[in-house]
């Protein structure tokens, strides 16, 4: 284990108050401070943003799932920024109570998604950013609960007349059952973000997307999507 975990998990054990406390003074100092260049985590949403510099953000929403923390390590954050609005879905309770602090123009949605309802275990990881409803890919486990999961067609069934410029994927090791939940919402979605965290993930991420989608950037472990069809989600 790295010393730097070590230590984080060290201080989080001893002072259980100090990660939401560091969480929420990062979600005030980036709320409070004039625009960045990036919040992402290898600055994905740059490109994010240069795909849609044609796109009107008052008739098209984002949508995040998985959106953790709501300014950091965030690829939806800097389009919050310049004016646009969507919905962050995110699981983690405490998470999503920052969201609806720092994000307001935002939908924000405290499920799982998947590729099809349920009713799931979350595993929470002292790290929160590590969380998943894939118990594999959680080390240090602070505590199980049970939560419900809804596909991303479900969740955005009273939002079909809007345009998606992005639907951002990062559910830590759940990815592909999203994406097998989203396909009419593939449909009107423009750019898709997707974390690949090997080969083989990388591989069926673009095998079950390729039919409408073109992979044409990796950076770091995500991957980016444009749809073939543009002009006909921009009609």
């Known amino acids: 284990m790295k010393l730097q975990l070590k230590i984080t998990l060290f201080i989080d054990k001893v002072f259980p108050f100090s990660g939401p406390l560091k969480r929420f003074v990062f979600a005030c100092y980036h709320s409070y401070t004039p625009i960045r260049k990036s919040y ?9 943003l240069h795909e849609l510099r044609d ?3 008052k008739d098209s929403i984002y ?15 800097l389009l919050y920024r310049k004016g646009w609005s969507g919905i962050t879905v ?3 309770g405490g998470l999503i109570k920052l969201h609806r602090l720092f994000r307001s123009r935002d939908v924000q949605v405290n499920v799982g998604c998947g590729a099809e309802a349920s009713f799931l275990r979350f595993y929470v990881s002292r790290t929160p950013v590590l969380s998943s409803f894939a118990k594999n890919e959680v080390e240090h486990i602070l505590r199980v609960k049970y939560l419900p999961v809804l596909t991303v067609d479900q969740l955005l069934a009273p939002f079909q007349d ?4 992005m639907l951002s994927i ?7 059952n999203v994406i097998k939940g989203a396909t009419e919402t593939l449909k009107r ?12 993930e990388h591989n069926k991420i673009t095998s079950l997307l390729a039919e409408d989608f073109e992979h044409f950037v990796t950076v770091g472990c995500n991957l980016l999507f444009r ?6 989600i921009c009609k």
């Open 227 to 232: 749809n073939r069809h543009e002009d006909l």
């Open 40 to 48: 992402s985590q290898y600055h994905e949403d740059n490109l994010i």
């Open 189 to 200: 979605t423009y750019l898709v973000c997707v974390e690949a965290n090997d080969n083989d």
């Open 55 to 57: 796109w009107n953000y």
């Open 162 to 165: 809007k345009k998606i410029a």
């Open 63 to 77: 949508v995040d799932v998985g959106a953790n923390h709501p300014t950091r390590i965030s690829n939806s954050y």
């Open 90 to 92: 995110e699981p983690n």
């Open 170 to 176: 990062d559910t830590e090791g759940f990815d592909l």
